[in-house]
């Protein structure tokens, strides 16, 4: 069928899978360019299907050789109906994968459970004996809690007694307006810690272990995001940032447990970029829109590909110490986070109205990236031909 996108709100709901493989292809031909890193061979990505998870597994794969097991959340596809592009970009990797003859399996379901968690334990027993790297790149509104059936709703609210506003942009419209936001209660901090936080990674982490499956020396790495003062009240300070204040303790927690086997458990703060997730909060659009104009002029802009690139060929494997900031923390948000970047973008900031935005900041860009998330406006992609929509996941367990 011919695939067009269809836009509700902030999501999209098709995908296109030509797009998708585009994609993936380009990401693994990024990898590859810039050679070999001595990195892991056996590894876990817990939602590898897009953005920074996906990143960290084509890395693994095409940058150090390794056999991937990936696990996530996907909509498969239906007669006349799109799967969601994480289906697709699985698709594509595994395709790619055993043309290169990489082991690569997936498993698709909730990676707060039981259940996927002991598929997924019995998948590495079975195929890999151990793995010697886990990411864990989830994202999601909600969790149900293994253990006591609970279902968490995560907000993204700002915390303290007064209303929050600031600018922000529909980035369809390229409209600027004024958004006012109630902060949140006790009750939405706590939802959304629990959805955000750093409990299921150490639920994950404990029964990799428990079960002698985490190898030697085995690294877990999970990601964060600090990011500039006018996102503090709806990011950093608000009920996200608990929840990644917490994500931040808990790899030291994860640490402590892993010594008898010399393990450890980092957080890698990386660049705000264009995902389904942060098109979703307020002010962010608008925030990356001026960054990306001016780490472009600069000449150091990057995507999720170019971020974990570099996370693994000059952090976690450069062959020296893992370089971390006084909390801990990898960073890779260096570039975006950098003096000269912030101070242009914060003036930018005070400057942009509707008919400023189109000059000062990279509307089309966001724009790009937003439908390059589902495979659209992707270059060299035929998107007139008639395409199946059937696609199947060659090593779906
Ligand atoms: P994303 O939405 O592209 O990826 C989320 C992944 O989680 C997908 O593979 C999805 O299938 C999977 N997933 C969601 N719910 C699941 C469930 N219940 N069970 C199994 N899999 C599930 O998100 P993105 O942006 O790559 O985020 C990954 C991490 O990176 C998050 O912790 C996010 O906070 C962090 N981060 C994101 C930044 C950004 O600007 N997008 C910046 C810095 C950090
Ligand atoms: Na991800």
Redesign the pocket.
């Known amino acids: 069928m011919i695939i067009e996108p269809r836009m509700r709100g902030f999501i999209c709901l098709t995908a296109h899978p030509t797009g998708c493989e585009q994609n993936v292809i380009n990401q693994i031909e990024y990898v590859k360019s810039k050679g070999t890193i001595e990195g892991p061979k056996k590894v876990l990505v817990?939602?590898?299907?897009?953005?920074?998870?996906?990143a960290s597994r084509i890395t693994s794969a095409f940058g150090s050789g390794a056999a991937t097991i990936g696990?996530?959340?996907?909509k498969p596809p239906a007669p006349g109906k799109t799967a969601s592009p994480?289906w697709y970009n699985t698709a594509a990797f595994e395709k790619q994968a055993i043309k290169a003859g990489l082991y690569a399996k997936s498993i698709n379901?909730?990676?707060?459970s039981d259940e996927?968690k002991q598929k997924t334990l019995e998948l590495i027993k079975k195929d890999l004996g151990q793995v010697d790297l886990v990411i864990y790149?989830?994202?999601?509104p909600k969790?149900t809690h293994p253990k006591t059936g609970v279902v968490y709703s995560s907000v993204l609210k700002p915390i303290g007694d007064s209303i929050f506003s600031n600018k922000t942009v529909d980035f369809h419209t390229g409209i600027v307006s004024e958004v006012s936001i109630v902060p949140a209660n006790e009750e939405e901090i706590e939802n959304t810690v629990a959805v955000?936080g750093g409990e299921d990674w150490e639920m994950w982490i404990n029964e990799l272990k428990e079960a002698g499956l985490l190898a030697e020396g085995a690294e877990t790495v999970?990601?964060?995001?600090i990011g500039p003062a006018v996102t503090e009240p709806v990011y950093r300070k608000g009920t996200i940032g608990r929840a990644k204040d917490h994500l931040e303790s808990t790899a030291f927690s994860i640490t402590n447990s892993l010594k008898d086997i010399g393990g450890k458990a980092f957080v890698s703060?990386?660049?705000?970029?264009v995902?389904?997730?942060?098109s979703a909060i307020p002010v962010i659009p608008l925030y990356i829109s001026l960054l990306y104009k001016v780490m472009k002029q600069k000449g150091i802009h990057e995507g999720?590909i170019e971020q974990i690139q570099r996370l693994f060929s000059e952090r976690l494997y450069s062959g020296n110490e893992i370089p971390v900031d006084p909390e801990g923390r990898i960073r890779i948000d260096d570039w975006e986070m950098r003096d000269d970047v912030q101070t242009e973008v914060a003036r930018l900031w005070a400057e942009a109205t509707d008919e400023s935005l189109p000059l000062i900041g990279d509307l089309p860009g966001y724009k790009r990236d937003f439908l390059n998330l589902f495979g659209f406006d992707v270059a060299g992609v035929d998107y007139g031909k008639d395409t199946d929509e059937m696609v199947e996941i060659p090593g779906l367990v």
Do not use: P
Request: net charge neutral; hydrophobic share 45%; with cysteine.
């Open positions: 817990i939602g590898a299907s897009t953005g920074f998870g996906l696990v996530f959340f996907e994480g379901g909730d990676a707060f996927i790149s989830l994202a999601s969790r955000m999970a990601y964060s995001y703060v990386n660049k705000a970029l995902t389904q997730a942060s999720c």
